[in-house]
Every structure is written in structure tokens, then in C-alpha cells.
């Protein structure tokens, strides 16, 4: 059977961070990991290139959209050749073959009855490019997904009928429970389907960079939806529409995605496949979000990471061994420098890379660096057992996308190594005059060591590419049937000497996270934080008042702060592009899901302040009497960032 793994295409409005860089990482890794095990895997990733906010971008930028365009895929492109990211094809929504392939999609859901014209009345979100009905926006104005003022916006429209596939949605959530990884996003799914769907408005007439409309409706005012042109890409790139060269790899198995564009693929994307009467994917799987020092990424903050720029100076296999190994799949995850080098050090430096040095300096001085595994197991019965067990387990964990556990796991094969070593001594046995005891150790933390490359090899390929040169032995399907499934030893072979793969990190090698805005307060002080209104009782002048700056903000994320009984962590739109962090110490009087979307009051001129080593960028006013605290609120919806005063 073969096996189809995506990324979501990238918009081209900006350079890529590491957020997109971790999508292309565990989607790589997963291709590797599927053609080491044989199968016959195809991997896709692109630039999602039309719509209202590239052309936006690219004017801001000054130059022509497709030019544009051009240069920012390209840049994606380069950086995941740098990467040596191994997609089977790289789309761009700007080639013939894709606008064909959405033409001839539209043109069979058309005809199917599921595309009809009317007119859209609505509210419409440039930055999420998707309309949303008055009832969900936030204060009859902001858009949910991004707290972003939208605009009304009335044109002739085609609809996609989705509400006719909501049923059919929910039995196929029903019916197949891994449709949605990790399985706990599944509910927010259901419950948006189950909260009813409306027919989607799939095509525009107020800008012309989309796809045109397939020539037999002649209809040329209309250009295609940004969402349908993109999502379609999925069997564009197969040849949909055009020769189905490689449909045979659809349903993909597994479709990355980050959570923010999740709806779009567990929702429309399936009906959308129903509509064409094609198979829906076999999972999609939602990553969280990066931050970086624990504060959202953005070009306002100027913390935004570039992935070459980490990997020129951590090394790129490092950076994918670390991104894989932080997080738990779908949980958010936080780059930090000295995380960073904590497991560049501990783990690849000292486990691994101690491990393979000891093997090329005890052959070298024992055998002249030849090795033999033939007294292994009548020494290292108990070791072989410890090692195969862990080899079996490892499966599991890669195929449920847990790359946290399988590296985890997989660095157990090291400490059985190293154990051993301590254990049997080999240095004592040389000179006790036991030389096959001595070698047997060596030859067993060799077969580790191979063993453990080829299960290493789709997260690091190059790296361990290296190590295998260096135990004469080459990585590919072969290896992985004999020496992992298989379980057998590597006969006689020859150590090379390489040198050491993992230098230690001493110190920072990249200037820390732009920390201009931040003050560190005293511990006191941060231990708790103080919503109350201070109480004044001395008189002060009008212009002192107005030295405070007061402002109505949008709560659009909200969180609990873990290990902190008082803390919430906000983010509050205060209408100034990128979102502020305010850590408020209400979660006694208030859940995050009632402050989402709310308005509240802000002190937006604060120093910044640092609580449970999280920055709070202002203060929430409230009233707080002995029946609890209150949020003081604008008594009418405002825009965010309106002045109080
Ligand atoms: N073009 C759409 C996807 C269309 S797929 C048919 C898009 N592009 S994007 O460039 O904005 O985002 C691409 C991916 O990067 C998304 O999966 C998004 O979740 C991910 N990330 C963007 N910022 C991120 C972080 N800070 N952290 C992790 N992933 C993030 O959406």
C-alpha cells in the first residue's frame, strides 16, 4: 500500500519561521521514516500563492504579485533544499497544471449541483481570508480566528453547499476515530460542525489574483476562493484535472497541519472531497503552535526566529532532532536557546556522540579497528533483550506521531550501551587477558550503535549517514529488515574513524530574543499580581491621570498558567497589528473560555513585568470587593485599542 504525506502549502507573504520549519520537519521525517520501512511513499509541500492578502503584501513590498510570489516561494524552496527536505514535488498554486486541476474540481461540483450563484452579504477577514457571519463575529465587528477588524463586503457569489455534507461529516468523525490527531482536537471539530454549517461563499469579485473561473461557466468576473484554489493542491500535485499521473497515491495517510488551520482541512477539505466523490484522507494531524522564549513570534516583536539562521549556527539535524524531541505531538512548544543546547549537549553530545567515540578509540586500541560479533550473545544475552525490546516498541510511537517518545525510547538503545560499557570494562578485561569478553562489549555497543542510526536516520539522515559510514554499514530498507526487524548482528566488519559529530555548546550562540521592552521585577513583586485598582487617597493633577494609557482590548486567546493557582495568560488585541501578553491573576474569578472574545480594559503603558517567567505587557482593570473580582468592561462594544479617558 502506498503512502501520501503533506504539508500545508505556505503562504508566500513573508519568509518562513521555525513554525513552518517544524511542519516540514515532522513531515519529512515521517517520508523517511515510511521508505525506510519500504513503502512507497510520496511527499508534497508548496506555496499557497493567490488571494487578497498576497496581493496586498506584494504592493506594500512594491513589485508585481507574481514577482513576488516568485521570490518568496523560491526562498521556501531553497531553504528546504538547504534542508534537504526529500518532497517528491514541491506545488505552487501559480503553476498552469494546478489552476487546470481547481478549474476542472470546480467545474465537477458545479455540475454535481453542489456550486450555485447568489449574493453575499458578509463580514470578511483579509488576514484568515474567510467570511464570517454577524453572529460569530466578536462585537458585531472582529473577525474570531485573529481578532482583526473585518470589512462588509456585498458581491455576486458562488456557494459551495456545505451545509448538505454535515451529517455525512459527523459520521465520518464518528466513524473513524483517527481522523483527527491528536484525538482531543476532535471535539472542537464535532462541536463547530454540530453547531451547523453554512454554504461557503467559493469564489470573489472584488480582486483578481485567484484562479479564474473554468471557462464553460463564462463567468469572468469571478476569480476562486484563496481556500478551494489551496486545499485542492492536495491532488493537483497527484495530476487531478490533468493526467492523474499519481492519484494512485490518493488518500493521503497523513496530512500535517498546524491547529490554526485545522478547520479548513477536517471540515471543508473532506466535504469538498465528497462533493468530488473522491476518499477522504486517512488523518490529519494538527501541531501546536512555537513560541520562542515563551512569547508569541512576530515581526512587531522582532522575535521572530529564521530556521537557517539556527541551523547555520546549531547545525539543521540538530534543530530537527531538538524541534522532535521537545514537544509532544499537538501540544505547543517553546524554543529557547538553552533548551536548545541542554539536548544538544546531554543527549546528542554525550550519549550518542560519547558512545560512537568510545567505539572508534576501544576498537582502534583492542583490534585495529576490526570488530566481530560472534561471542556477543554469549555474553550480552541480557543486553540484546533489553535492546530488542525497545527496537519493538518503537513502531507504535512514530506511526501515532509521538516523535517526542520514539526519540525518547530510542535513546534508552544508548544507555544500554553506555551500561554496558561500565559494566563488563573492557579496559579491565584486556588486561585480565579476556580479549573476547573485551570484544564482545565492543561488538554489542557497535550493533547498538548501528541499530539505533537506522531508527535515527529519518529524524537526522545526514548524521547518521556518518555514523553508518563509520561502522561500515550503508542505511536503507535492507539494514532495516535485518538488522532491526530481523534482529541480526552485523558479521565482521571495520570501524572507521570519524571525527566527533557533536560538538559541545559552551554558550549562546545567537543574541537572545530582543528583551528592549522587558524589566525584570523583583521576586516579591512577581509572586503575585495586582489587578485591584490601587486605592488613592492623595489628589493629583489632571495631566498626571493622563499619563496613564487606557485602552479597550480584545481577549483573544486565554489560557491557565500552569503550576499558578491566580494566573491566566491573555492575549488582548489592542489594535496595534500584533497581539500583547497580559498575565492576570483572575483565574480564581474567571475561566479562559468566558474571556475569549470579551472586551476589558487595559493600562497599556505599563513596564513590562516578567510573572512565572512569562512577560505581561499591561494591566486588566477590575473592581474586587469581598464577593470576588470584576473585570471593568466598556459598557458598549468598542474598537480595540480605543482610547479611555
Ligand atoms: N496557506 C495556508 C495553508 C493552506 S494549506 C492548503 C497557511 N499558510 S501559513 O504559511 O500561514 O501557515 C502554514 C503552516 O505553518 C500552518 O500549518 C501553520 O499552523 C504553521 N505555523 C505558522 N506559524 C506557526 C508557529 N508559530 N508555530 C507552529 N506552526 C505555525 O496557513
Known sequence: MSKYITTPIYYVNGEAH???????????????????????????????????????????????????????????????????ISYDKFIRTTDEDHKKGVQKAFEVMYAKGDIYKDFYEGHYCVSCETF????????????????????????????????????????????????????????????????????LSVTRTSFTWGVKMPESLHDDKHVMY?????????????????????????????????????????????????????????????????????????????????PKEVA??????????????????????????????????????????????RIIGMSGKYSEYEIDSVDVEQFHEKELDAMNTVLDSLDTYMENLQTHRYLEELWRLFSIGNKAIEEHAPWVKMKEDKKDEALATVALVANILAKASIMLHPVMPKTTNIIADALNFTIDNSSYKELVLDKKLLKVFNIKVVPPLFPRVEELLMPEAPKAMLEEKSKEETKEIKTEI???????????????????????????????????KLQVDLGEGSLRQVVAGIREFYTPQELVNTQVCVVANLKPAKLMGMTSEGMLLAAKDEDGLCLIRPEKPKKAGTPIG
Not at 521525517?29 to 487578497?52: A, I, V
Not at 498576497?54 to 531553497?78: C, H, R, V, W, Y
Not at 485573529?146 to 459520521?171: H, M, N, P, Q, W
Not at 487617597?537 to 503550576?563: C, H, M, R, Y
Open 132 to 199: 464570517f457571519p454577524e453572529t460569530q463575529l466578536i462585537d458585531g465587528e472582529y473577525c474570531p480566528d485573529c481578532g482583526r477588524s473585518t470589512s462588509v463586503i456585498k458581491e455576486e457569489s458562488y456557494f459551495f453547499r456545505l451545509s448538505k455534507y454535515e451529517d455525512a461529516l459527523l459520521k465520518h468523525y464518528s466513524n473513524n476515530s483517527d481522523f483527527i490527531l491528536p484525538r482531543s482536537r476532535a471535539n472542537e471539530v464535532i462541536n463547530f460542525v454540530k453547531g451547523g454549517l453554512r454554504d
Open 312 to 357: 547555520d549556527v546549531y547545525g539543521a539535524e540538530n534543530l530537527r532532532y531538538f524541534m522532535l524531541r521537545e514537544v509532544p505531538f499537538g501540544q505547543d512548544g517553546d524554543f529557547s536557546q538553552r533548551a536548545f543546547i541542554d539536548r544538544i549537549n546531554s543527549e546528542l553530545s554525550n550519549d550518542l556522540g560519547n558512545l560512537l567515540n
Open 226 to 306: 484563496v481556500w478551494l484554489d489551496a486545499l485542492l493542491n492536495y491532488i493537483t500535485a497527484l495530476g487531478y484535472g490533468k493526467d492523474d499521473a499519481n492519484m494512485r497515491y490518493w488518500p493521503a495517510s497523513t496530512q500535517f497541519v498546524g491547529k490554526d488551520i485545522l478547520r479548513f482541512h477536517a471540515i471543508y477539505w473532506p466535504a469538498f472531497l465528497m462533493s468530488l466523490d473522491l476518499p477522504l484522507p486517512k488523518r490529519i494531524g494538527a501541531h501546536g503552535w512555537w513560541t520562542r522564549d515563551g512569547e508569541k513570534m512576530s515581526k512587531s516583536k522582532g522575535n521572530v526566529i529564521a
Open 18 to 84: 521555525i513554525g513552518h520549519a517544524y511542519t516540514t520537519f515532522i513531515a519529512d521525517t515521517m517520508t523517511r521514516y515510511e521508505k525506510l520501512k519500504g513503502e512507497d511513499t510520496y511527499f508534497l509541500t508548496g506555496t499557497d500563492e493567490h488571494g487578497q492578502k498576497i496581493e496586498e503584501s506584494a504592493q506594500k513590498n512594491g513589485k508585481p504579485t507574481q514577482e513576488f510570489a516568485d521570490e518568496i516561494s523560491a526562498s521556501f524552496k531553497n531553504l528546504w533544499d538547504e534542508f534537504g
Open 534 to 568: 490601587q486605592e488613592r487617597d492623595n489628589l493629583i493633577e489632571i495631566g498626571q491621570f493622563f499619563e496613564t494609557s487606557l485602552k479597550v482590548g480584545i481577549v483573544v486567546e486565554a489560557e491557565e498558567v500552569p503550576k499558578s493557582k491566580k494566573l491566566l
